[in-house]
């Protein structure tokens, strides 16, 4: 059997368990049939401690030294497999019972590690038995150095160390380089955070990189080397040492080896960990002894190196690869990668993944193989962010580059690097004006200070950087960081200088939304930065909705308390309780123990609570009455809230809804079986109380004009018109008889109208919408309902409660279908043609692209066909050539600031200006028109301290439970009506908790607000 002896495992008590191994196998009277392999490191460091049980190739990980007497007695003596060791893949769900089939190795091409976890670093003849020092007797007795130079220009090997420079033609400058001696370095000062390639290499198989050093210095003509390691490596230096005593003894080092005229000396050079020795004039300077610092090049070290003599430097992988090109062949190795990036590359795969550790790769393969496939995806079901490639000097690469291949060219041309090979895989839950802050920080103490524009410009820069993530941004900060970047690039001496902000230029390309929230809102979209987060769950709200404070309130059964938090922000808060999408769930810390806590339908039992009681919460104004009025067109979530919060601020508001009834979508579109409209009803009369007016029936460009508004004493105006016109299908048949539009088909259903649909019903799309819509469609008497999506389940947008819900009602869900004709017969609906799809390349949004598949359509029988694929806003109704513009979107365009449009006094926002959303992002649109326009009204500047400040916070102490909160315990179950009944009626679904059940699921939030 092979124990891992890496570092990683290690740590995790590799070596407790190898010598419990050795001791059990004595105890059963094993020996003479059980052998115990210290290998080097597997790469799979997080799983550790790996054993794999040899020839069958059994793998067991995370072993433990109490696992050892039954591995031994079981599997080692009666071959008998232990289910509960084996791995199981996240992703499929998968036990899997040998190395070789687990899919972290199976995506794998391990050619430098092929030998890792097979030999034992510290016994040469480990490494002989498997073709050792082959390469070196080749080159030595069958080729020329000239042959050998050219052999490694054709593979088309380039240095693993970052730069990328082709290796054969590095060797062939230094074999024609005047001059003796001469030297070779291989470059083991490997300092990037999260990168542990070449040590690995060096713990698991050192013979590996001294053969390569030995048919380098063969080439070139060279006799005494260097290895230069950092010498926090012990396990590395106490190999390689190892390594070359035995290689000496054997006469593969030191005169005559082999035989042969051919000399090689090498020492060890242990550095003290600075990172800019990795800069190889700034590496050769400490082997003579010097400070390490770069020099200006050229010459470059081939022709004036090591104590100016001719000196061909390369880093740990570059050496490894030279044993399978000369027992390959150029041609073999060539035929791996792509056209200018050859062979393999070893990736340290770290951060938010499922499968950390060490991924060996052909060049060409692309993030999402590696990410998804190898890696195992995210954690937690979460969304990708972005990955640092290149180590801290690198580039992050948002979702749209899953599909790039990794090779250097390419990484080049996306603003990124290849590097060492770190590859730092990052969630929702990162920031990325916190992560360029880091790595700049980090390269900003490691310059040498040579020269200014990397001494003085990474200071300047990481002062900014550190600013903004204090809340202390200003304007024309993204601007300074992008000038100085550029500038300190160009002007540098070294690659530290030349690609240190690299982090910076590449996250405010892609993320400048996330630089300008910190500046301009004080916020951190990610609650990551500690100074601008009270709660990870209030600072992911969009209307900041105090979580943390009402759970604990409902906790101590102070419910009416709750409700008032909760009203602070969130008027809405039996409709949101039911509807929302509950992004404050995403990032609750307590999914990081067990599950989220349910913040949603606590809100929603805080509500329920009050209407049980049959009171209303009295009206609270936080300033003193005006007459001044403001009017308001659009009575949907974003109207509604800045009516209430325009209203507690002591304005007169009317809301202007061109419905019959108050609510907009959430009374239009929402079914009664998931929003009540006593509920509804409920919400809304709460929010009149502070002064607020409704006016039904009145629609903008029919009954009104904003002319008109203004002349009616009015002095703002706020447009939520929302976005209630269904998108086209843009299909053949689109308007035959059956044909249902979604929005149209639901406004008609929520606001009385009986729609009897006999037969079979498809409704097309993946949102809320198209949910509520099949779900609406079986309760009107649909004996079959399908959703047609041309995605798969996991990119749908809807609510997973909703998915849920669906599949629980037998609602049909196909995936990875689009709709591609209407079939009609005798004037109405007989059938959809459907093309099947598959999922392509990903989108900015980090969703794979359906790309259909030739000559896969057929035709699904069905009675009617619903569209709900989206929806957009109404303009019709602004006065046309009065300087209102639409954007590509279709939504009005306004100052994204402050949402004032053109006209004085005119403001929009919702999903009027968003497009599509959701109705707590709405709401957070009327809370911001609501801010701009009482400053506007107080003549105030509109654009200054927009920050959030809460009104009130709720004190409730932190209980004495001795960390019981800390420990698993499962989310509380919502009640819900029997399936066989919910389908037959309109009837509210989930019925909510009840007291005790609200109580337990408060207690489990974790009160992050005061660990902050």
Not at 492 to 500: H, M
Request: glycine share 12%; hydrophobic share 40%; proline share 5%.
């Amino acid at each position: 059997m092979t124990i891992c002896g890496g570092t990683g495992c290690l740590a995790w008590g590799g070596e407790e368990v190898r010598l419990a191994f050795i001791e059990e196998i004595r105890k059963q009277g094993l020996e003479g049939r059980a052998e115990v392999l210290r290998t080097g490191c597997h790469g799979f460091c997080e799983r550790g401690p790996v054993v794999v049980i040899l020839p069958q190739e059994i793998f067991y990980q995370q072993v433990a030294v109490e696992d050892v007497p039954e591995i031994v007695s079981e599997t080692v003596a009666r071959g008998r497999v232990l289910d509960r060791l084996l791995y199981t893949d996240p992703a499929t769900g998968r036990v899997v019972v040998y190395d070789h089939e687990v899919p972290f190795y199976k995506g794998q091409m391990r050619k430098v590690f092929s030998d890792n976890g097979r030999i034992d670093p510290r016994e040469i003849r480990d490494y002989i038995y498997r073709g050792g020092y082959s390469a070196l007797s080749k080159a030595l007795f069958s080729l020329s150095p000239d042959q050998v130079v050219q052999e490694v220009e054709k593979s088309g090997l380039r240095g693993r160390g970052g730069a990328g420079f082709p290796t054969g033609q590095k060797w062939r400058f230094a074999r024609r380089a005047e001059g003796t001696p001469k030297y070779i370095v291989c470059n083991a000062d490997e300092g990037d955070p999260g990168a542990f390639m070449d040590r690995s290499v060096l713990e698991g198989n050192p013979h590996l990189v001294l053969e390569g050093m030995l048919i380098a210095g063969y080439a070139i003509g060279a006799e005494d080397s260097y290895v230069y390691v950092r010498a926090e490596y012990p396990l590395a230096v106490e190999h390689l040492k190892i390594a070359l005593k035995q290689a000496e003894e054997l006469g593969l080092l030191g005169d005559s080896i082999l035989g042969s005229k051919f000399r090689f000396h090498v020492k060890i050079k242990e550095g003290a960990g600075a990172f800019v020795c990795g800069e190889e004039t700034a590496l050769l300077a400490s082997i003579e002894g010097k400070r390490g610092m770069p020099r200006a090049r050229p010459p470059f070290p081939a022709l004036a190196g090591l104590w100016g003599k001719p000196t061909n430097i390369n880093n740990v992988e570059t050496f490894a690869n030279i044993r399978s090109i000369l027992e390959e062949g150029a041609e073999a190795y060539a035929a791996v990668g792509t056209a200018g990036s050859k062979g393999t590359k070893i990736f340290s795969l770290t951060g938010k993944i499922n499968n950390t550790g060490l991924v060996e790769v052909p060049m060409g393969t692309t993030l999402r193989d590696v990410i998804f496939e190898i890696g195992g995806g995210i954690p937690r079901g979460r969304r990708f962010k972005a990955a640092q490639m290149g180590g801290p000097s690198g580039g992050c690469l948002p979702p749209q580059y899953l599909d790039l291949p990794i090779d250097y060219e390419s990484l080049a041309k996306a603003g990124s690097m290849m590097g060492s090979g770190g590859m730092i895989v990052m969630d929702e839950k990162t920031c990325m004006v916190d992560i360029a802050r880091f790595f700049l920080s980090f390269t900003q103490d490691e310059s040498c200070g040579k020269c200014t524009p990397c001494r003085l410009g990474t200071k300047r820069m990481l002062e900014i950087l550190t600013r903004i993530t204090q809340g202390q941004g200003r304007e024309g900060d993204i601007e300074l960081l992008l000038e100085m970047g550029k500038s300190i690039k160009d002007a540098s001496l070294c690659g530290l200088g030349q690609t240190c902000p690299n982090p910076v230029l590449s996250t405010v390309a892609h993320f400048r939304s996330e630089y300008e929230a910190h500046i301009r809102g004080k916020y951190c979209p990610a609650g990551a930065c500690e100074a601008l987060v009270f709660a990870p769950c209030e600072n992911t709200c969009p209307v900041r909705c105090d979580a943390a404070g009402y759970a604990a309130l409902i906790a101590a059964g102070r419910y009416e308390e709750a409700l008032s938090i909760i009203r602070l922000t969130m008027p809405l808060a039996g409709i949101c309780g039911r509807v929302c999408n509950h992004p404050c769930e995403d990032m609750c810390k307590r999914g990081e123990i067990d599950e989220p806590l349910a913040i949603a339908s606590l809100k929603r039992f805080a509500s329920d609570w009050e209407r049980k009681q049959n009171k209303l919460e009295p009206a609270t104004f936080v300033e003193k009455m005006k007459e001044t009025s403001v009017a308001i067109v659009g009575a949907g979530p974003a109207g509604l809230n800045a009516g209430y919060h325009l209203g507690r601020r002591g304005y007169r508001v009317t809301l202007f809804e061109s419905l019959p009834v108050a609510g907009g979508m959430l009374a239009a579109g929402i079914p009664d079986y998931r929003l009540p409209r006593e509920v509804l009803a409920r919400d809304i009369r709460f929010i009149c109380q502070h002064r607020v007016e409704i006016r039904t029936g009145r629609t903008l460009g029919r009954d009104f004009s904003i002319e008109d508004l203004f002349r009616q004493g009015y002095k703002a105006v706020f447009l939520a018109l929302g976005a209630q016109r269904d998108q086209k299908l843009n299909i053949h048949g689109e308007g035959t008889e059956g044909v249902l539009p979604g929005i149209d088909f639901l406004r008609r259903v929520n606001l009385g109208e009986r729609i009897p649909l006999p037969g079979k019903a498809a409704v097309i799309g993946g949102g809320n919408v198209a949910f509520d819509a099949a779900r609406t469609a079986l309760r009107l008497g649909a004996e079959e309902v399908f959703i047609v999506y041309r995605r798969t389940r996991d990119e749908m947008p809807a609510n997973e409660e909703e998915i849920e819900e669906a599949e629980h009602e037998k609602i049909k869900l196909l995936y990875l279908l689009a709709p591609t004709r209407v079939i009609s017969g005798n004037g109405r609906v007989c059938g959809l043609e459907c093309q099947r799809m598959e999922l392509g390349d990903f989108d900015a949004g980090g969703r794979r692209r359906p790309v259909p598949v030739k000559g896969s359509e057929f035709v699904l029988d069905v009675d009617w066909i619903i569209p709900a694929i989206g929806y957009v806003p109404d303009l019709s109704g602004l006065p046309q050539g009065d300087g209102f513009t639409a954007t590509k979107a279709g939504t009005l365009s306004v100052d994204p600031l402050t949402l004032a449009t053109h006209l004085p006094g005119v403001f929009a926002g919702g999903d009027l200006v968003t497009g599509p959303s959701t109705v707590v992002e709405a709401m957070a649109g009327g809370y911001e028109a609501a801010v701009s326009i009482d400053r506007f009204l107080k003549g105030q500047d509109l654009r200054a301290d927009r920050v959030f400040k809460a009104e009130e916070r709720a004190e409730v102490p932190k209980g004495d439970d001795g960390g019981e909160e800390e420990k698993e315990k499962p989310r509380a179950a919502m009640a819900a009506l029997p399936v066989g009944r919910r389908v037959c009626t309109f009837e509210e679904v989930n019925l909510g908790f009840d007291e005790e059940t609200a109580i337990r699921e408060a207690k489990r939030c974790l009160r992050c607000e005061l660990k902050g």
